[in-house]
């Protein structure tokens, strides 16, 4: 067993000891206390606990129990700290969802970061990696790490979607358009995939990027190297804003549908066809806006 291990199995211990209640407040120094442990190690396994859902942190605030001791019963001991990958991929959705409900200041320091995610130096490095591809965060000169104000506001998510409805149609009718028998079909295979379970078992980086693949599939068939440029960098940097929506799956075997009128009409070279099937499609995402809006504000 891992010290790291071995500390998260005594602060379930401490809990059934002392027979906590759900939402009971762990505090980091008192558990280091009377572990006889520096906060450091205590946090650590607190993060665990967290990824594991058994408690969840509040900003400022801190730790809290999201269950009973008595519902502890049946949890492992010897819980073992989620794969560094799978640490990065939350603690960015954590991170953009903080970011859009304004729990997190524009400009912060790697030391905040890694700190409120318990996260390693490498940890955060990779997380600062990823954000900073998609082009919502840069380094400040001279210290800490400045957050793009261009993606935090659902109008942001209107406009980008405006833009992909004037170029995502055009593209299709560029005269060098050509689509490759083995793309339409390794699209048509993703679309089916949702359709048949998918939808509610991927995760939200999944859904996002089988939809950013589709997109970009056609519009890179289109040749036009300006047109190409624009969407991937529009896709970059939605993904901060898009992913919120997912919390409503229920538009998802529209959106399969339509993409699979699309493909039959690319496959039988009925481009203008399929333009303005792509438009509508873009225009009925306009038209939920509203829904999505409210979700990415709540």
């Known amino acids: 067993m891992s010290a790291q291990t071995n500390t998260v199995s005594k602060i379930l211990e401490l809990i059934r000891q002392d027979r906590l209640p759900c939402g009971a407040h762990l505090t980091a120094q008192k558990l280091a206390d009377r572990l006889r442990l520096s906060r450091s190690p205590v946090n650590d396994a607190l993060g665990i606990l967290e990824q594991h859902g058994i408690v969840a942190r509040k900003p400022n605030r801190g730790y809290f129990l999201q269950h009973a001791y008595d519902a502890l019963d049946q949890a492992p001991t010897d819980l073992a700290p989620p794969a560094a990958d799978d640490i990065v991929t939350q603690s960015y959705f954590r991170l953009a969802d903080e970011l859009l409900r304004g729990e997190l200041p524009m400009q912060c320091s790697e030391a905040l970061l890694r700190g409120r995610y318990a996260l390693t130096h490498a940890q955060t490095q990779a997380l ?29 998510l209107l406009q980008s979607y405006r833009l992909r409805l004037a170029l995502e149609p055009a593209a299709l009718l560029e005269p060098g358009f050509r689509i490759d028998k083995a793309v339409l079909e390794r699209c048509r295979a993703a679309e089916h995939h949702l359709l048949n379970g998918g939808i509610a078992t991927d995760t939200a980086d ?31 940097v939605r993904r901060l804003l898009s992913y919120r929506s997912m919390q409503d799956r229920s538009r998802y075997k529209q959106h399969c549908d339509q993409h699979l009128e699309i493909l039959d009409l690319l496959e039988h070279e009925r481009n203008e066809d399929a333009a303005q099937a792509l438009a509508s499609h873009l225009r009925s995402t306009l038209d939920n806006l509203a829904r999505i809006s409210g979700i990415l504000t709540s």
Do not use: C
């Open 128 to 156: 600062l990696a990823r954000v900073a591809q998609e082009g919502w965060a840069q380094r400040r000169p001279g210290y800490g790490w400045e957050f793009s104000t261009m993606m935090t506001t659902p109008d942001s």
């Open 206 to 236: 999944q859904l996002h990027d089988r939809g950013v693949r589709f997109h970009e599939s056609l519009v890179e068939a289109s040749g036009n190297p300006f047109f190409i440029d624009t969407i991937k960098r529009v896709n970059r």
